[in-house]
Structure formats: structure tokens, C-alpha cells
């Protein structure tokens, strides 16, 4: 049971490239949900999805896309890399149960540098 | 934006001491999720909070679900070490989690 997959863990990007940051999750969680974390900024939350065919945007969604094929992954893709897009990302999962909501499984992150 | 404001930004405690980190919102919550981060890690799910005066505690952790269930805090008594990093609330509502900016503790030993 490997929990939260992100890939790569490191990444550089010359402005204007683009790159599909990976998740993957083996827990059959629904929810799963992209966020970006800068200095002092907290976590923000970009885009998320509910289930398989159904995304949603966050809080900061411009500059990104997602899709949800299946159940297990949701890859995050930069679709034009700007400097401002330098940041760490974190891939997350959970599901609602018949208990209600339940805490969140984080990956260990991606660290993306755009030069 | 965010729905939940979280006070103090910084909080510098000397080893041993207690601290009280705080979680705000304008409107009812149906729920209060709490997650540590530790410095170059990732954020780890520590605790939930569903129920009005909800109060669940974690060895020297106590969290607090407020009664009008617009605000939650959480409480470390003598402060170790081990307490570093950054202490985040969050708000789930049907998948969409939305974090506070976070605490970040600083421990002098």
C-alpha cells in the first residue's frame, strides 16, 4: 500500500515548456485535489476532482489542467511554464465514508523550478 | 478564498512551555480537519472535528470544535522539539479542502 504517489520529486523548467506532474493513489479514494505551496503563502488549493470524470477548479486554477480517466490517478498539467509557477505541489486523496469525511493522504511533493 | 483565518502566523515557544494556535471562519463549518507539517515535509492529517463543543485530544494535542461550530483551536502542552513545523486547518466541503495560511512553530529548547 503506497498511500499518495507523486512524480518527479524534482523538476526545471525553461519559461514557455510544459510538463504533467503525476499522482497516483492505491487507497480507491474519490476525492483527490492538487495544491501549490509557496513561502509564507500556505497551501491553495488549484484543482480538484470527486470521482473519475469530474474536475473542479480551486482556488488558483489559471495555468493549469487536470483530468481524472480513473479512479487512481490525477495528473496536473502546466501548460505554458511562467517563473510564477515556481512552487511545491502537492498531490492529496480521501473519500467520503458513511462516517462522513475523512483526513486527507498527502504525497510527498514535487518541487518545480521555472527559469 | 480562504474560509478559515488561522492565528497567530508565528508562534515562538520555549521548550516546555504550553501554546494555543487558533482556527476562524464567518460561517458554520460542518467540519475542521487539523494537519502538522514538519520543515521540508509534507502535510500529515492529525485530527477531525464534526460536533458542536467537540473535544478530542492526542497525548499533549487537544483540539477544540467551537460550539456555533465557526471556530476550532488547538492546544500543545509542554512543548517538545518534536512540536516543530506548521500547524494547518482546513475545511472539507464535498471534496474541496481549503486550508488556513497556518501556524508556524518555532521551539527554543
Known amino acids: 500500500n503506497a498511500g499518495v504517489t507523486q512524480t518527479p520529486k524534482f523538476q526545471v523548467l525553461k519559461t514557455g515548456q510544459s510538463m504533467t506532474l503525476q499522482c497516483a493513489q492505491d487507497?480507491?479514494?474519490?476525492?483527490m485535489s492538487w495544491y501549490r505551496q509557496d513561502p509564507g503563502m500556505g497551501l491553495r488549493l488549484i484543482h480538484y476532482s470527486v470521482g473519475a470524470g469530474i474536475t473542479d477548479q480551486g482556488e488558483v486554477p489559471n495555468g493549469y489542467n487536470v483530468s481524472r480517466s480513473t479512479t487512481e490517478d490525477f495528473p496536473l498539467r502546466l501548460l505554458s511554464a511562467a517563473p510564477s509557477q515556481t512552487s511545491v505541489y502537492f498531490c492529496?486523496?480521501?473519500?467520503?465514508?458513511?462516517?462522513?469525511?475523512?483526513?486527507?493522504?498527502f504525497g510527498s511533493g514535487t518541487r518545480l523550478t521555472v527559469v | 478564498g480562504q474560509q478559515v483565518m488561522q492565528i497567530p502566523q508565528y508562534q515562538h515557544v520555549q521548550e516546555g512551555e504550553d501554546f494555543t494556535t487558533y482556527c476562524n471562519s464567518s460561517?458554520?463549518?460542518?467540519?475542521i480537519q487539523w494537519y502538522k507539517q514538519r520543515p521540508g515535509g509534507h502535510p500529515v492529517f492529525l485530527i477531525q472535528?464534526?460536533?458542536?463543543?467537540e473535544v478530542k485530544k492526542q497525548k499533549r494535542l487537544t483540539f477544540q470544535f467551537g460550539e456555533a461550530k465557526k471556530n476550532s483551536s488547538l492546544h500543545i502542552t509542554a512543548t517538545q522539539t518534536t512540536d516543530v513545523g506548521t500547524y494547518f486547518c482546513?475545511?472539507?466541503?464535498?471534496?474541496?479542502?481549503?486550508f488556513g495560511a497556518g501556524t508556524q512553530v518555532v521551539v527554543t529548547p
Open positions: 492529496a486523496s480521501s473519500y467520503l465514508g458513511q462516517g462522513g469525511y475523512y483526513g486527507y493522504t
Open positions: 482546513g475545511t472539507d466541503s464535498w471534496g474541496k479542502l481549503q
Open positions: 460561517t458554520t463549518l460542518s467540519n
Open positions: 487507497m480507491n479514494h474519490e476525492y
Open positions: 472535528l464534526v460536533k458542536s463543543g
